[in-house]
């Protein structure tokens, strides 16, 4: 009773409860806590709109609020797994709805008529908490950390492509499987356009109340920093058995020089001490080889540009009996099936004034945009299925299988852009 006044008195809703709100309108569902466009987002109140386009639409029968640009909605929560089931719509005249959690991670297939549409969603803060809940350390996040949508106690969501919003429902999800992920700025949850990551895209593919993808990644990171940032603790920290971590690392972990630092020395090492950790939380760790950058010879070839370590995650997987996903392995076979010339279409390759504030041309050969991030997270899901790993059984039913050599063209993927743009390249090559 007294964590539940707490909360409350907080403006965040108890673990043990589950927030009904109803839009357009003050109060036209049972049960449900009516909002209005102009309710502004505050810490009293617990929830509401951020900076967002949206307007009432009373209507006769059905009340919603509706906005052709992309608009955003918090509700402060605890950390945790929550269950959200959005009834929508798209806008008249869209081409599609979509909802994006956190720092724009994807979360559902393109919404083309009114309906339910359920996706599960994980939430953190920085602190770490011991086995009683008390707070012992924090993560030591990057300054530019502090203005995402994460990190916050807030479950934060984007609706874009045209969207009539009815109602929200967040429950908290204490049984679902969560698929944390270790990485660098090719698995982060990249928060403003056109830079993306297959970490954010991977979560449309997994069945929600299933499976919670928790991406604990960060531009510029390499497996050691990651490490001494406290990432992995806060990770281990917030594991039940069961539970998965899949690490990605190498293109910032090659540029580290010293005694002793190398893939099969350090970053090996490194390896095994994080396989051993999620072992001991009955987890199970599933090591992930370092995404190609675009980088092509005279025939037409990638060319290899990341040394010794995607072979020596290929090794400490053997040594250890651990998972591998070789999307070393599989992205060489995408890019080269597009080529120099259509590969652009999925790297950060854009002219001058495409987005605000960008005066200079974008040439970025390892980051993707939105398209390359959404086939890399293809590869992911391929490996899993071929290689059989056990997440295979929480993905959405239905998917149809990917074959690298032959890559979807950009014009497949439904991506509303987002509000949120940025012309500064994240941290890491």
Not at 25 to 39: C, I, N, Q, S
Not at 166 to 183: H, M, Q, R, W
Not at 242 to 256: A, S, T, V
């Amino acid at each position: 009773m007294l964590l539940h006044a707490t909360l409350l008195l907080m403006g965040m809703m108890p673990p043990s409860d589950t927030v009904k709100l109803s839009f357009g309108a003050r109060a036209p569902y049972t049960r449900f806590t009516g909002v209005m466009a102009a309710d502004a987002y505050t810490d009293a109140a617990g929830w509401g709109f951020e900076s967002s386009p949206v307007k009432d639409e009373p209507g006769l029968k059905y009340s919603y609020v509706t906005a052709e640009e992309p608009f955003f909605f918090s509700v402060k929560v605890p950390e945790g797994n929550y269950d959200v089931r959005v009834l929508m719509a798209p806008a008249g005249g869209s081409k599609g709805a979509v909802v994006r959690a956190e720092n724009r991670r994807a979360v559902t297939p393109k919404v083309t008529r009114y309906g339910y549409v359920d996706f599960t969603v994980h939430v953190r803060d920085t602190l770490i908490r011991n086995a009683q809940q008390e707070v012992v350390d924090r993560v030591r996040i990057k300054p530019r950390e502090s203005a995402y949508a994460q990190w916050d106690n807030r479950l934060n969501l984007e609706f874009a492509g045209g969207v009539n919003l009815y109602s929200l429902e967040i429950k908290p999800n204490k049984t679902a499987t969560t698929v944390f992920l270790a990485g660098n700025s090719t698995v982060v949850d990249q928060d403003k356009e056109p830079w993306a990551s297959w970490g954010q895209m991977i979560p449309a593919f997994f069945q929600p109340g299933k499976v919670a993808i928790a991406n604990y990644a960060e531009s510029g990171e390499s497996l050691s920093s990651w490490i001494r940032a406290k990432r992995f603790e806060k990770v281990l920290s917030m594991m039940k058995p069961g539970d998965y971590l899949l690490i990605e690392f190498g293109h910032n972990d090659q540029k580290q020089k010293g005694e002793g630092i190398g893939a099969f020395t350090s970053y090996s090492r490194d390896l095994r001490y994080v396989i051993d950790e999620v072992r001991k939380k009955q987890g199970v760790p599933v090591l992930v080889t370092s995404v190609q950058r675009r980088s092509f010879d005279s025939t037409g070839h990638i060319q290899h540009t990341l040394g010794d370590y995607p072979a020596a995650v290929r090794a400490v997987a053997k040594e250890k009996g651990t998972a591998l996903i070789d999307l070393n392995k599989v992205t060489k076979v995408m890019y080269e099936a597009w080529g120099e010339e259509k590969s652009i279409h999925a790297f950060v390759h854009y002219p001058a004034n495409t987005f605000p504030g960008q005066t200079t041309e974008l040439k970025d050969n390892t980051h993707f945009n939105n398209f390359g991030a959404w086939e890399v997270a293809k590869c992911v899901v391929k490996e899993i299925k071929d290689n059989n790993i056990p997440l295979v059984k929480f993905l959405r039913k239905g998917l149809p299988d990917f074959d690298p050599a032959h890559p979807d063209s950009p014009e497949k993927l439904y991506w509303p852009q987002s509000r949120l743009k940025a012309s500064a390249k994240p941290d890491g090559n």
